[in-house]
Each structure stands twice: as structure tokens, then as C-alpha cells.
């Protein structure tokens, strides 16, 4: 990956701020006076968490979780936990942070996981969403910009072969589909 590759940069380092600013804003006052959690689901989250975190004006905790998909010729699409929290989350309110949520296939399995421990309530945060992928019926309960499905993104966490991620905009690739 390199940065021949960018067709256009879709989400400028300003507008990236803006919104994450307006989304810390309501997370605050939604989260008043609850012991907030929030897990980023790695590595795509990690700078938009970083952000997000420093705008929620709340005592909270981060938590980090991993997950992997296997794909081998007998296993195709199944999903694992592959780093757990280090929290207990019993009792307390919990929002996962995503990079981008397209089908919810990994997300609803990651919900069901985090669902059975115990915890006063969990809802999803994510700086991207594209709702035309949407294969399973999950509420987001905070969105940082809709994209399109044939938008093939990169940089703010977003990698192409574990490459890009460090670029302080989201920017669309030419000649890659999503």
C-alpha cells in the first residue's frame, strides 16, 4: 500500500475530530453518572478510541478485545475470540468501539459474548458504518459517518494487508472493492 493508491480522501483529520468531539459530547451526557467501560475491538478501533476516550468528560475504563476469523478449507467464517477483556464487566455499562461495522456478523458475535457476563448494559460506538451490508437486525447506538458499500477505505485505524493505519485521515483506495 502506498499513497499512489489514494483516489480521494473521504474523511479529513478535521471532520474526523469534529464528529468524534459531538459523539464524546453525548456519550458524557448519556452516560452520566454510570460506570462506563469502553472496549475497542482491535486493531482498527485503536485510534478512534484514543480520541473518543479523550472527549467523554467521565471517570471510565478501556478495555481491549481481539477478534479473528478462520478460514481454512474446513473452517470458512468462524469466529473466535483471540484476546478477551482483562475487566470484569458485571455490573457496569459497557460500549464497544469499532473501526467500521459492515454485515454485523462479527459484531452480533462479540455482542453475545460480552452479553453473557453481566453487565448493566452494552451498546456499540463506531466511526464507520455502511447500513446497505447489514445482514443482522443490531442497533448502532452511535455512528460517526454512513458510508457507501463500495467504498474501499483506509487510514484513522483502517488497513489494507496490516498497512495504512497511521494515516490521520480516512481515504478511499482506487482499484480495490470493498
Known amino acids: 500500500m502506498n499513497l499512489t493508491n489514494i483516489k480521494r480522501i473521504a474523511i479529513s483529520k478535521e471532520k474526523l475530530n469534529e464528529r468524534t468531539c459531538a ?11 454510570k460506570e462506563l467501560i469502553l472496549v ?3 486493531k482498527g478501533s485503536l485510534y478512534f478510541l484514543a480520541d473518543l476516550s479523550r472527549t467523554i468528560d467521565l471517570p471510565l475504563q478501556i478495555d481491549l478485545i481481539s477478534i479473528g476469523v478462520l478460514n481454512s478449507t474446513r473452517q470458512t467464517g468462524v ?3 483471540t484476546k478477551d477483556l482483562d475487566y470484569d464487566i458485571t455490573g457496569k455499562h459497557v460500549l464497544v468501539v469499532e473501526d467500521i461495522i459492515r ?9 453475545r459474548h460480552l452479553g453473557s ?5 452494552i451498546k456499540t460506538c463506531t466511526l464507520l458504518y455502511s447500513p446497505e451490508e447489514q445482514l443482522l437486525n ?6 460517526g459517518f454512513e458510508i457507501s ?8 485505524g483502517l488497513d489494507i494487508g496490516e498497512k495504512g493505519r497511521n494515516l490521520p485521515y480516512v481515504a ?3 482499484g480495490m472493492e470493498a
Open 23 to 33: 459523539l464524546g459530547k453525548q456519550i458524557t451526557e448519556d452516560y452520566a453518572g
Open 40 to 42: 475497542g475491538v482491535l
Open 79 to 81: 469466529v473466535r475470540i
Open 103 to 111: 454485515s454485523q456478523l462479527t459484531l452480533g458475535y462479540l455482542l
Open 117 to 121: 457476563r453481566g453487565a448493566a448494559s
Open 138 to 143: 443490531i442497533p448502532i447506538d452511535y455512528v
Open 149 to 156: 458499500k463500495s467504498e474501499r477505505l483506509i487510514g484513522y
Open 172 to 174: 478511499e483506495v482506487k
